[in-house]
């Protein structure tokens, strides 16, 4: 008997606006005789979301440094005929980078070179409501297109949210054409995998050639063996956001309260990690200066990440950050 096309969901959204949690909320939902696995890809260069994911048991494979459909695709290309081949999974989930543009990605996946192999299914987006108030939002083409493509649209995080966020949220979501196939509203991730089930429908971008001017100032690069190099401070820049991040052997301790001072000292953009400290594993996550922790099981590294919009001075952290070890 033939086998059936893997169905494929994009899962999209804005910096910051809750994909990850999202994701480990379906993979805990997964039905157990299913197989799933994640492509996830990162604006930074350490990989944070792919560390949190592989909590779940479920097989991931990380595209840092940037755009997975960079470099001719082949990043993307690389990292899903992985999945596909080593893993065989019933169904795949995308999480691309909050600050990429869908079109290429989804062109990847609906091309010649995996007909017969993937099936394209649902494309979610998460929003937060509370950022529709914000021009440089409103007016971002990648913001924009990533919506522009969604089958579904999901406002996240209304529990932060008051009644006039909803009001603009709703109201907004409803003047989309071609309209959405459901418009939902949800808080901290949980996410209904029956959403997944939406047929998937073509829809326009704003901009297709958006993508075209997409760029970084440097390609991916490959990662050391923390066995040869145990601390390792990595920087990135492109689509008018700097990252700094670090990748640490686990044998590093950090002081709990040191750190998390430091998380709230800098008001960047974006703050997340996976970090080892004396009160045990955490794993860390800043969004417009509100920090979440929360425990988690022993990693295999340490992971840390910091992205904003204006550039970091990757010495002086990275000496900052050695300051917080005990």
Known sequence: MPQQP???????????VGKTTAIRRL???????????????EFGEVGIDGALLSETG?????????????????????????????????????????????????ETLTGDLYAGTLNL?????????????????????????????????VANKTDLCN???MVRFREWAASWEPPKTRIEETQQGRVDPQWLMV????????????HDHHHHAQEPKESLSLEAQPWECIANEGDGHYSCGWRIAADYIFSHDELLSFCHSGGWQRLK??????????????????????????????RLEIIDSTPLEQSTLDQTVRGLLI
């Open 6 to 16: 893997i169905p494929v969901h994009v899962i999209l959204g804005f910096l910051g």
């Open 27 to 41: 993979l805990q939902s997964r039905p157990g005789d299913e197989r799933w696995a994640v492509l996830v890809n």
């Open 58 to 106: 479920v097989a991931v494979r990380e595209v840092p440094g940037g755009c997975m459909c960079c470099v001719a695709g082949l990043p993307m290309q690389i990292g899903l005929n992985m999945l596909i081949q080593r893993e065989k999974p019933d169904r795949l989930l995308i999480e691309p980078t909050g600050l990429g543009h869908p079109s290429k990605i989804l």
């Open 121 to 153: 299914a649902s494309t979610l987006c998460l929003v937060d409501p509370r950022r529709l108030s914000e021009e440089k939002v409103r007016s971002n083409v990648q913001f924009n297109d990533q919506v522009a493509v969604a089958d579904v649209l």
């Open 163 to 165: 009644e006039q966020d």
């Open 199 to 210: 047929p998937h429908k073509e829809r326009p971008v704003s901009n297709a050639h958006a």
């Open 273 to 302: 990690g996976v970090v080892c400290t004396d009160r045990g594993w955490l794993a860390l996550n800043m969004v417009d200066g509100m920090l979440t922790v929360q425990s988690v099981d022993e990693a295999a590294e340490i």
